[in-house]
């Protein structure tokens, strides 16, 4: 690995270390929805980079997990910069920049030894400057920003788990909207097959607010055009349905619902119906 990506990995683990340092005990969203398929998963050291591409949620202190290809480091790198503009409540845009294409030009260097066109370094940051720009522009829609949010929660298992929110958003305190930046590898998930999604609305829900809008950016890591589509999920009978259904579920074999050999799966009303 080249001396600046080391540093720019380096980088990042201490700005984990700020943005992330209330709780270095609690196990993470990746975790939870590891253990829903094999409790085993929490005992390897290399459950993450085994796993990858079933990933639902972005590790922040783990560059090294999004080395494997440009497509994945530019998709994070972009993730990163989002975490940081909110924590710091700062957007400096020649920063950012410079920060973006030095490591592009890093990651390149190193893994390919061959330098980048000026052309094609000024198109990956662009494609991730629009991406800044556009949540950012949306965030300004609200009175109340936080970025220092996490949810809580514990299973029967007596593990406890936190899951790390980018943004929540407000104009009435009993009512929030929920950023969200999501990973997926080629084929986007429904948001409903999220596992942590259901805790979130229930953590809320324990402390009287109501997530008004699930706003999400899925991110396609498998592209090294990062476009993050988006996607809306407000609150509806429905949805609260959903929540009322599911967000007790815990790793095999309590109360895992997305394993189809759970009879509750079954004794209940198909999610197609719920959903239409």
């Given amino acids: 690995m080249s001396v600046q990506t080391l ?62 290809s440009l497509e994945n480091y530019i998709n994070y790198l972009t993730y990163v910069l989002l975490i940081r503009i909110f924590k710091t409540q700062t957007f400096e845009v020649s920063d950012l920049e410079k920060y973006l294409t030095d490591q592009i030009i890093g990651y390149l260097t190193h893994n390919n030894g061959t330098s980048v066109e000026l052309k094609e370094l000024y198109n990956y940051w662009q494609n991730t400057f629009n991406v800044l720009s556009t949540i950012v522009e949306q965030s300004k829609d609200y009175k109340r920003l936080s970025a220092n949010t996490s949810a809580y929660f514990s299973t029967s298992t007596l593990d406890n788990f936190r899951i790390d929110i980018p943004l929540i958003a407000w104009n009435d305190p009993s009512e929030i909207d929920c950023f969200l930046f999501l990973p997926y590898n080629e084929r986007r998930p429904n948001w409903y097959s999220i596992p942590c999604v259901y805790k979130l609305y229930r953590y809320f829900s324990q402390h009287n607010i109501i997530i008004k809008n699930l706003k999400i950016f899925w991110f396609d890591v498998s592209s090294k055009i990062v476009k993050p589509v988006y996607e809306q999920v407000p609150m509806t009978p429905n ?24 009879p509750k799966y079954y004794n209940k009303t198909p999610l197609n119906i719920i959903l239409k």
């Fill in 7 to 68: 540093l720019s990995n380096n980088q990042i683990r201490e700005w984990a270390k700020v943005f992330y340092e209330k709780d270095t005990i609690s196990l993470g969203a990746n975790d939870f929805e590891l253990a829903l398929r094999d409790y085993s998963f929490l005992k390897s050291k290399e459950r993450f980079s085994n796993n990858f591409e079933d990933l639902h949620w972005f590790e922040f202190s783990q560059p090294a997990l999004y080395s494997k």
């Fill in 239 to 262: 949805v609260a349905e959903m929540v009322a259904r599911y967000s007790n579920i815990e790793p095999f074999p309590y109360e895992n619902i997305f394993d189809s050999s759970n």
